[in-house]
């Protein structure tokens, strides 16, 4: 079956230091993935993607995420946390299902920044 | 959330009524989506629309109904038969519907069974 796994409820960082937020997938065929984030009350923003290239995707509010295929993972990375960073991110991976390509989600991560 | 509106933002329903979520899109985008989101789970696909008159069916389509009349609009009917309807309803859409484009998110609108 395919699937996408956050392994972490939440991952708590103090201000100015690195996170990592972590995601794995489980997919026949090539891995289409995708990370959004979302803020209280509010719906999925989009942060990046990987289709295909290099390994290292850079995308908004200073965040990237690394492909690695060998260990099926997808983890988001900031160099420097910032306390508005604090949110819900899902890992999701995009398939085929009938005729579409539909989007199946991790259980989503907590995000702390603390001050 | 921009190019994608969705209303009402909150919706209160009585048990055994119909409500009708909506969803607008000026993105020029062909297709569309409705997840629905739960406390603590990612999101489960509804129904989805590649084209204007065309419908299918996702992961969890019973209870639901929606139309695809204009390209714009993708509405979402939560009928009285969805047994637990009370969740936070998300639209989605993107430009086509192969795995290389990416879906935009709506504000979401969060619907509460009295």
């Known amino acids: 079956a395919q699937s996408v796994a956050q392994p972490e409820d939440q991952v708590n960082v103090a201000e100015g230091n690195p996170l990592t937020v972590k995601c794995t997938y489980s997919v026949s065929g090539n891995p289409y993935l995708f990370w959004y984030v979302q803020y209280p009350n509010r719906g999925l923003q989009f942060l990046l993607k990987?289709?295909?290239?290099?390994?290292l995707v850079k995308g908004s509010y200073g965040f990237e995420a690394e492909f690695n295929k060998s260990q099926t993972s997808f983890h988001l990375k900031k160099p420097s946390a910032l306390v508005s960073d604090s949110a819900l991110y899902f890992c999701a991976v995009r398939v085929r299902s009938g005729n579409t390509g539909k989007l199946i989600f991790g259980q989503g991560t907590t995000l702390q920044v603390k001050p | 959330d921009g190019g994608i509106t969705q209303s009402p933002k909150y919706l209160f329903r009585k048990e055994g009524q119909n409500v009708t979520l909506s969803c607008e899109q000026n993105l020029n985008h062909d297709a569309m989506y409705w997840y629905r989101q739960d406390p603590g789970q990612g999101l489960r696909l509804i129904y989805y629309s590649q084209i204007v008159n065309d419908f299918q069916k996702g992961d969890i389509a019973e209870g639901y109904s929606v139309s695809r009349e204009k390209k714009e609009s993708f509405p979402l009917t939560v009928t009285s038969a969805q047994k637990n309807p009370t969740a936070f309803y998300l639209c989605?859409?993107?430009?086509?519907?192969?795995?290389?484009?990416?879906?935009?998110f709506g504000p979401g609108t969060r619907l509460t069974v009295l």
């Open positions: 990987y289709i295909t290239g290099d390994n």
């Open positions: 989605a859409s993107s430009r086509t519907e192969l795995n290389t484009d990416t879906q935009y």
